[in-house]
Structures are given as C-alpha cells and as structure tokens.
C-alpha cells in the first residue's frame, strides 16, 4: 500500500472505525465490533499522520471524545480530544465519539465506577509503560516493526520524522521514569483490585455473570500490558514481549501471574474471535 487509506464519509454503507491499530483503547473498540459480529470497516493510520484526517472527522466540536486523550498526562489543553483515536463513522453521519460509546452501541456500557478507572487510571497508566518501553534505546526497533504494516508513504515520512515524533510522545504522555514507576505502581494496585473482586465475585469483574463489556474493557486496557499473543486479532502487531527491554518483560510477568493478569489473558484466548 503506498498511500495511507481514505474515504468519503458521505458515501461509507458500513461503519468505519479510524484507529492507530495498536492502541489499547482502538483495541476495545475493535474487540466489541468483532464479539458482538458488527460490520464494520478499520481505517487504520500511523501515529502523527491520522491528525488531518482524525481532525477533520472532529471539526464539530459535539463529536469529540470525552474520554482520556493523549497529552492528559502532561497537562495538555483539551483540545487535543479533537484528534483521539478510536471513532467510528455511522453511514447516517452519526460519530461514535471513543471506546466506551463504541463499546456502549455494539454491546453495551461497562459498569461505571470500574469504567472510571479504567479510563482515566488503567488504560493512560499502561500507555506511559508501554511507550516507555518502545521508546528508550533499548527499544527503538520495536516501534519501527510496529509500523511495518503502515503505508509507503507513512513509513518515508517516520523515517523523516521519526526523533521529533519520539520528542512529542514523551513530551506528551509525560513519559519519565519517575512517572513510569508510579504508573506501574498505580497498575499493581489496580490488579490486586480486580484480582480480590475475581475471587469475591466468583470469576467477574462486573456484578453480573460471565464476560460482559466490563470484562472486555479491562481486557482490552491491560493487555498492552500482558502482550496476549492475539492482542488485536491480526489488525496489528505488537512484537512478542521478549523482544522487549527486560524491564518491561519484568513488569509484564510480573502482571501475567496475578489472577486479573491471568483472567486477561484467558477472556483472549477464550473469548477473542479469531482472524
């Protein structure tokens, strides 16, 4: 593919959902698409080159996220929520604004104190962690096999851009190692919760039965944290967590062998369809 993909939102027959594939949070919205069997189409950008096309799709402001977005953990103004990625396109004109509306249409809404912390805890503690890692030294190779998918032109672009690119994420996610230890911190803490509600609530999060959104949501949300060998169902790549600065491998079994880790990791190789 040599040029990024596009379309016209006014001629769309199927819902297009607009994601960087590798997102935790397009993650979610992709996994309630497919569980629940919706027909949809993925539009999928690399980080930096989805801001036109993403920003256009959210020039009202009405249709913009009201959810975690990129640059929240710097401090940076809310107008970045005009280009955060999942949205999806309806063929009636209607935006489906983030994950947990896309989540909430296809399915149907987590419950909502656990949706807090999911959103606002989870999902932006994990992002830090796992950029972190992709980002140092040790590291640089991993983003560019992430991108190994992306258009020609996407690719000559990160090859132009890539350092300044690297500079803005960090500047963004405020990605120090002070931060990233009390990401990780806030994480642990977070999987001892979910791990005491597993066993208090017979294997659920939620206070239903089975696997609901609630239990995809926190899935989905940690797994870039776990690095479940079908995280994304073939829409991307992420390399396998050897591959990755040890660390990160540390940290990650470290998530893998508490019982929330462990539940994550059996609702994708139960529950996740495959491509």
């Not at 249409?105 to 994990?126: H, M, T, Y």
Request: proline letters at 6%.
């Amino acid at each position: 593919m040599i040029f990024p993909p596009s379309f016209n939102p006014q001629k769309i027959q199927v819902p297009h959902l607009i994601t960087i594939p590798y997102s935790h949070y397009c993650e979610l919205a992709r996994w309630a698409l497919e569980h629940t069997k919706t027909e949809f189409r993925e539009i999928k950008y690399a980080p930096g080159y989805h801001t036109n096309r993403v920003g256009h799709l959210r020039q009202n402001r009405s249709n913009r996220s009201e959810t975690s977005f990129v640059g929240q953990e710097s401090g940076v103004h809310s107008g970045r929520r005009k280009y955060a990625v999942p949205l999806v396109c309806m063929p009636d004109g209607q935006i489906l604004r983030d994950s947990w509306e896309i989540l909430e249409f296809s399915w149907g809404a987590a419950e909502p104190n656990w949706r807090k912390r999911f959103d606002q805890e989870l999902g932006i503690c994990v992002r830090q962690i796992i950029y972190h890692a992709i980002l140092t030294p040790e590291g640089n190779h991993l983003l560019e096999e992430m991108l190994e998918d992306a258009s020609l032109v996407e690719r000559g672009l990160w090859m132009i851009l890539k350092n300044k690119v690297r500079g803005n994420i960090r500047k963004l996610m405020a990605i120090t190692p002070e931060n990233v230890a009390e990401a990780q911190k806030r994480v642990t803490q977070l999987f001892k919760e979910i791990s005491d509600t597993l066993d208090q609530r017979g294997g659920t999060i939620a206070s239903n039965e089975g696997f609901g959104p609630t239990e995809l949501a926190f899935s989905a949300l940690a797994a870039a944290c776990l690095l479940p060998a079908n995280y994304a169902n073939g829409a991307a790549r992420l390399p396998a967590l050897e591959k990755f600065p040890q660390s990160f491998i540390d940290f990650a079994t470290q998530c893998r062998e508490t019982p929330a880790g462990q539940f994550a990791m059996d609702c994708y190789e139960n529950q996740r369809v495959t491509a």
